[in-house]
């Protein structure tokens, strides 16, 4: 049994991700999830979304990373 079975959690490296990491993972998630939006220009929140992938990829560099997250 590999340690990634006993703890999913774990990096490959045997460590857990620290917060950082943790932040950066979800809001790579959220782009890749949101992507779909951004050649749909009828979508009735197309502007919003623009403006809130800025957000997330601004997001490292504010004061708030990586403890207050973006939102739409």
């Known amino acids: 049994m590999s340690l990634n079975e006993i703890s999913p959690g774990v990096f490959s490296a ?3 991700p ?26 009735p929140q197309h502007a919003a979304h623009i403006l809130y992938r800025q957000a997330l990829r601004d997001w490292p560099a504010s004061d708030n990373f990586p403890t207050t997250r973006p939102t739409i």
Do not use: M
């Open 14 to 16: 045997g460590r857990l």
């Open 18 to 43: 620290n917060a950082t990491e943790i932040a950066t993972a979800w809001r790579d998630d959220e782009l890749t999830a949101t992507d779909w939006i951004i050649p749909t220009t009828d979508h």
